[in-house]
């Protein structure tokens, strides 16, 4: 059984960073693309930013370039989000994703295959 497992979210105050971390179990993700997409109350799941199965290239919603930084470990099967100068527009669940099989990365949700849970962010003003 293919599962992403999300974890890091929580409360923080705005100017403030977290790191998302999403493991993958039950398939080697090592050949997948991955990403992260958020969606805020009210509002449609937007693509945040996403990695190559290599590594060797990433993508990032313009809201959040220079803010997030996206990686992997394929040793561990897993990908982080680091998210720093966080704003209270930045208020979501977050969700892990990930399409295969030596994939480039898409900011289309429907091109992803497998989807985590979701962890919640809110950043207070």
């Known amino acids: 059984q293919v599962q992403l497992v999300e974890s890091g979210g929580g409360l923080v105050q705005a100017g403030g960073s977290l790191r998302l971390s999403c493991a993958a179990s039950?398939?080697?993700?090592?050949?997948?693309?991955m990403a992260w997409f958020r969606q805020a109350p009210g509002k449609e799941r937007e693509f945040v930013g996403g990695i190559s199965w290599s590594g060797g290239d990433t993508r990032y919603a313009d809201s959040v370039k220079g803010r997030f930084t996206i990686s992997r470990d394929k040793s561990k099967n897993t990908v982080s989000l680091q998210m720093s100068s966080l704003k209270p527009e930045d208020t979501a669940v977050y969700y892990c994703a990930a399409r295969g099989w030596f994939s480039g990365v898409s900011i289309v949700g429907d091109d992803y295959a497998y989807w985590g849970q979701g962890t919640q962010v809110t950043v207070s003003s």
């Open positions: 039950g398939r080697t993700f090592s050949n997948y693309a």
